[in-house]
């Protein structure tokens, strides 16, 4: 494990989304089934919030050297890299965030947070209004998100800005983040990601 430091808006990837990571968004859509009945805390209540959450994870594929393959689809995790499951996280945001901001994960409210089967998160936030532009912010190992996360309650504020009034969440800070480049720094071993098998 990389020691970790505070990130610093140094350490994030801007990104202006391109074509092809909209094409793939859109493609992950087709197969998205949307329910406006469903409570807004769950997934699938919710075609615009999901939409900018598949350009997230285009971006995410696309700076680690991965495929754009729209087929895949895992509610447990995102993609296989270097034999580790990656589910990525994207929010909206009106600009590039702070480190002081959050990284979060919602969940329904008096629930215990039902946390998908994955090694790591990645976490990223896109231009809400018009999904033109995106961050790569850092990513952490699931157990230690788990160990150092800090709850929300439903209709909590986060900011005077910010208000939690759909769901739930456990969230830690981006600065406490490892910088996305100690991904691509380390040890790449095999091509595991190929590999799905392994996860049968």
Known sequence: MPNKRDLTVADFYSYTITPEMVLFADQKMQGFKYSPHKNKSRYGSDPKR?????????????????????TFNDYDYDFLYRCLRYEVKSIGSEGCPLPRYNACI???????????????????????????????????????????????????????????????????????????????????????????????
Not at 50 to 70: K, S
Not at 125 to 133: F, I, L, M, Q, S
Request: one cysteine or more; charged letters at 30%.
């Open 50 to 70: 999901a939409h900018l959450g598949f350009v997230g994870e285009a971006m995410a594929r696309h700076h680690l050297g991965l495929p754009l393959d729209h």
């Open 106 to 200: 919602n969940h329904r409210d008096g629930e215990p947070p039902n946390y998908q089967k994955t090694d790591r998160y990645i976490f990223t936030r896109v231009r809400k209004d018009t999904e033109d532009t995106g961050w790569l912010l850092g990513w952490i190992d699931a157990s230690e998100f788990k160990d150092i996360c800090r709850p929300l309650a439903k209709g909590s504020y986060i900011n005077p800005k910010i208000h939690m009034k759909n769901a739930a969440s456990s969230n830690v800070y981006i600065r406490e983040l490892y910088p996305i480049d100690d991904l691509t720094a380390t040890d790449p071993g095999p091509e595991p990601w190929k590999q799905l098998e392994l996860f049968k």
